[in-house]
T-cell receptor, first 113, second 114 residues
Framework: NAGVMQNPRHLVRRRGQEARLRCSPMKGHSHVYWYRQLPEEGLKFMVYLQKENIIDESGMPKERFSAEFPKEGPSILRIQQVVRGDSAAYFC???????????FGSGTRLTVV | AQTVTQSQPEMSVQEAETVTLSCTYDTSESDYYLFWYKQPPSRQMILVIRQEAYKQQNATENRFSVNFQKAAKSFSLKISDSQLGDAAMYFCAYRTNRDDKIIFGKGTRLHILP
């Protein structure tokens, strides 16, 4: 089992461009979570998805950010018209159900220049 | 509001010694989970230890153990026989049984001195 795979590991975007972050959960895991980590901070919850459904998006900014977890393929976190303040590490985690603990990926570091 | 507080931004310990990282949390829930995660320079988030609030016995994983004081809402991590590979950021975290999001503290950076 390859674990939670995130790509790219590093992503550089100019202000105004779009960023697309991908997360492939562990095999058999149907629950996906996205977190954001600002420098020298802990992780902050953004969104929780199950296949084809957004369950909780209370931590995700209402504008420019969206997430999906289609029936086939990875979960995608999309940030439109990126700004410098979007620079952070974005982590994905997956679990087989609500009760079991998460397994985190290694994160994508987004830098907006 | 549920919060997790780590009052020690940085700590240092001599190799082979024991160190304790502090964590307090605030909640009105009775059923919840507490975690310690390790984040080395590779950035990978690694689960170190987990405690269910309904369990009175403190969790232990090899050289890692916790001191869970439910009434005081305290959840400290003790690392025995510290090794160079223990150097990392350590995050205390909390999750209720009703909710799916994990709430993290700001972390403690642990340095191991050879």
């Amino acid at each position: 089992n390859a674990g939670v795979m995130q790509n790219p590991r590093h992503l550089v975007r100019r202000r105004g461009q779009e960023a697309r972050l991908r997360c492939s959960p562990m095999k058999g895991h149907s629950h996906v979570y996205w977190y954001r980590q600002l420098p020298e901070e802990g992780l902050k919850f953004m969104v929780y998805l199950q296949k084809e459904n957004i369950i909780d998006e209370s931590g995700m900014p209402k504008e420019r950010f969206s997430a999906e977890f289609p029936k086939e393929g990875p979960s995608i976190l999309r940030i439109q018209q990126v700004v410098r303040g979007d620079s952070a590490a974005y982590f994905c985690a997956s679990s087989p159900d609500r009760v079991y603990g998460y397994t985190f990926g290694s994160g994508t570091r987004l830098t907006v220049v | 509001a549920q919060t997790v507080t780590q009052s020690q931004p940085e700590m240092s310990v001599q190799e082979a010694e024991t160190v304790t990282l502090s964590c307090t949390y605030d909640t009105s829930e009775s059923d919840y989970y507490l975690f310690w995660y390790k984040q080395p320079p590779s950035r990978q988030m690694i689960l170190v230890i987990r405690q269910e609030a309904y369990k009175q016995q403190n969790a232990t994983e090899n050289r890692f153990s916790v001191n869970f004081q439910k009434a005081a809402k305290s959840f400290s991590l003790k690392i025995s026989d510290s090794q160079l590979g223990d150097a990392a950021m350590y995050f205390c975290a909390y999750r209720t049984n009703r909710d799916d999001k994990i709430i993290f503290g700001k972390g403690t950076r642990l340095h191991i001195l050879p």
